[in-house]
């Protein structure tokens, strides 16, 4: 028995805007962290509301944090990559 198509894949890369001009690379390294310090910002309010207001604290709200949790994480996990990548670029 012969074995079909198999991949695996070990590594993730973020390759940002491809194509993107070099004298470029400040402009957007300081919008994307501009969009990462108003993400943080944002959700902060929210989760701040929901600790300091009783009545927030229902099953219904919880959804809400969950959403605010999930786009502090991710946002954390994907936008200092790209940023670094623009900012630390070596000439490639």
């Known amino acids: 028995?012969?074995?079909g198509n198999i991949n695996s894949v070990?590594?993730?890369?973020?390759f940002?805007?491809?194509?993107l001009q070099s004298h470029y690379y400040g402009l957007v390294s300081a919008i994307l962290f501009l969009v990462y310090v108003f993400t943080l910002m944002g959700n902060a309010v929210f989760f701040t509301a929901f600790v300091m207001?009783?009545?927030l604290q229902r099953p219904v709200y919880y959804f809400i944090?969950?959403?605010?949790?999930?786009?502090?994480?991710f946002s954390t996990a994907t936008l200092p990559k790209i940023i670094s990548r623009y900012w630390f670029q070596d000439g490639t």
């Open 16 to 19: 940002s805007f491809p194509g």
């Open 65 to 73: 944090i969950n959403l605010v949790v999930c786009d502090v994480l």
């Open 1 to 3: 028995m012969s074995v």
């Open 53 to 55: 207001t009783k009545s």
């Open 10 to 14: 070990k590594d993730f890369v973020i």
